[in-house]
């Protein structure tokens, strides 16, 4: 079955940097979109980054853009958020997705918190 598992999520001192990892299974990887969503407490979950199944095209939610850098390793079944210059804001539980066949697929989120 389908399998999305966040890691690498923790607390960060403001102007700190963060690697996130999201590890996939139960499908072939190579061939899907995928996304980094974001929810703050009590707050909408939003769109964080998203990326093409090849890697050749990325695209950011403005409030990240610039510090935030999406990529995948599609060897290792692996998609990476690299979080630069943190600030208080991007405290959220940061989760990974896919869309297969009409039907989205979630991991169960990590936590990341900014704050001295």
């Known amino acids: 079955q389908v399998q999305l598992v966040e890691s690498g999520g923790a607390l960060v001192q403001p102007g700190g940097s963060l690697t996130l990892s999201c590890a996939a299974s139960?499908?072939?990887?190579?061939?899907?979109?995928m996304r980094w969503y974001r929810q703050a407490p009590g707050k909408e979950r939003e769109l964080v980054a998203e990326?093409?199944?090849?890697?050749?095209?990325?695209n950011y939610a403005d409030s990240v853009k610039g510090r935030f850098t999406i990529s995948r390793d599609n060897a290792q079944n692996t998609l990476y958020l690299q979080m630069n210059s943190l600030k208080p804001d991007d405290t959220a539980v940061y989760y990974c997705?896919?869309?297969?066949?009409?039907?989205?697929?979630w991991g169960q989120g990590t936590q990341v918190t900014v704050s001295s």
């Open positions: 139960g499908f072939t990887f190579s061939r899907y979109f």
């Open positions: 990326i093409t199944n090849s890697g050749g095209w990325t």
């Open positions: 997705k896919t869309r297969i066949m009409y039907r989205d697929y």
